[in-house]
Nanobody, 125 residues
Framework: QVQLVESGGDLVQPGGSLRLSCAASGLAVESNAIAWFRQAPGKEPEGVSCVSRGASTYYGDSVKGRFTISSADDTNTVYLQMNNLKAEHTAVYYC???????????????????WGQGTRVTVSS
């Protein structure tokens, strides 16, 4: 049994910050990489970031240098720190478990085994 629960989404003004959390549980996630995806209204899902259990990190081009992914191994929790938010960051953000312990350069095109229910981020003045 694998369960992913996202939290931290909120309404925030442009220029503000949020930290999203993904709490993962279940034996199957002990060595799995975890990725963040988002889907904005009327748009295709987009890969945001990925972190492996070895702490290697990857970012989508649109968020590189602005968002930071990190993990706390002892609690199986992955975080996404989002700074200087803009309206185009508005989306539902999902975390997902990979089928292996690595992300890889093509992490955003790979299959993922389990998904959370998502947490909404709205950036508006």
């Amino acid at each position: 049994q694998v369960q992913l629960v996202e939290s931290g989404g909120d309404l925030v003004q442009p220029g503000g910050s949020l930290r999203l959390s993904c709490a993962a549980s279940g034996l199957a996630v002990e060595s799995n990489a975890i990725a963040w995806f988002r889907q904005a209204p009327g748009k295709e899902p987009e890969g945001v970031s990925c972190v492996s259990r070895g702490a290697s990190t990857y970012y989508g081009d649109s968020v590189k240098g602005r968002f930071t992914i990190s993990s706390a191994d002892d609690t199986n929790t992955v975080y996404l720190q989002m700074n200087n938010l803009k309206a185009e960051h508005t989306a539902v953000y999902y975390c997902a478990t990979a089928l292996s312990d690595f992300c890889g350069t093509n992490w955003y095109r790979r299959s993922y085994g389990f998904w959370g229910q998502g947490t909404r981020v709205t950036v508006s003045s």
